[in-house]
């Protein structure tokens, strides 16, 4: 695990705020995916890393295969460096000028499926590029919330697909639709794979997940296979996509899928912390400055409101990790230009001194900082560009 002097000593010639990734633990967490996915090949979430060279990095391991993205002009962008032959956009596009730059690009409709899950999304489709349009790939959505009683929704909001069919619907209408042709189904259970069953110090909370998990999958394995298998009457698909970091172990039992997806576990951020079966070494971390001592008992930080994405919470402030005896005041919390820690180890603390703090998602880090430093034991490795550092911002 981690040390500060170990960090500080790797980092010293750097003046935070600043962000490093720790080698060691990204190849171990690379590795345990690998070992929980149990042979079936991992397709990486891109929005979970933004970093090409950490892409690149994973996509050379055995075990992985192709990329998950969130927006289309990524994929595009992804295609023209030639980071992966094969790019899933996981979210529908509505971006005319980025479906234009597909369809005059031979090489990225090759490589580039993009997701559908109405008729409405193929119309967009004509409207851009005109009825006469090249092939385009396409991957249908399949929604997997539970609904076990009727207005009773426990997921994600995502497709209105949700029936074997309404599948066979959709897959039909693709089949007929010039211009497209359906390769694969992706089918993501959130409220399986990213809700964790050991929330730290709320047992009662797990348990309520852990039985709601169970019977959440157990349902979805019968639908996702018979959603599966009425589209296959259609369409002779390349893929079915399934799970999350949080889910391999279960995802991988179902029979119809073929490939699972994960990211996350790649950086160990703190909402993965709360999981039984696995525990992803923090990966990434980012160095803050103290820069003022109001008090004996408080340090404040520069900057640090990292908040994360997602319903509004503590659990999606950045947490302080080294050194060990800090935290947030509750009052402050995590501000736009200054940050206030207390604790044991706050009396300690000097102006410019650093503290370590881990992030609660796991690719958001990379919209706040240009570059990472590659940290392998007590030495920087390498410096590489996240997306930002790149000049790129996909929303």
Known sequence: MHSRARLDAATGGFDPPFAIVDLDAFDHNADDLV?????????????????RALLDRVLRRPGYAGLMCYSLPEALWLSDTDTAEDLLVAYPTVDHAALRALAADATARRRVTLTVDSVAHLDLVDRALGADHPEIRVCLELDV???PLPGLHVGARRSPVHTPHQAA?????????????????????GQIAGLGDAPPGRPALGAVVRWMRRRSGAELAARRGAAVAAVRDHADLEFVNGGGTGSLETTRTDAAVTELAAGSGLVGPTLFDGYRAFLPQP?????????RRPTRDVATLFSGG????????????????LPAGLELM??????EVQTPVVGPDAAALAVGDRVWLRHAKAGE????????HCVRGTAVEETVPTYRGEGRCFG
């Open 145 to 147: 919330s539970w609904r």
């Open 35 to 51: 070992r929980r996915a149990g042979g079936l090949p991992i397709r990486v979430a891109t929005k979970s890393v933004r970093v």
């Open 330 to 335: 509750a009052f402050e919390g995590a501000g």
């Open 169 to 189: 619907i959709l897959a039909r209408a693709i089949a007929r639709r010039p211009g497209f042709r359906l390769v694969g189904v992706m089918a993501y259970e």
């Open 365 to 372: 880090p990379a919209e706040r900082f240009t570059h990472y």
């Open 306 to 321: 990292y908040i994360a994405s997602g319903p509004t919470g503590h659990d999606r402030a950045p947490t302080p990790y």
């Open 283 to 291: 990966a990434v971390l980012f160095a803050l400055p103290v820069v």
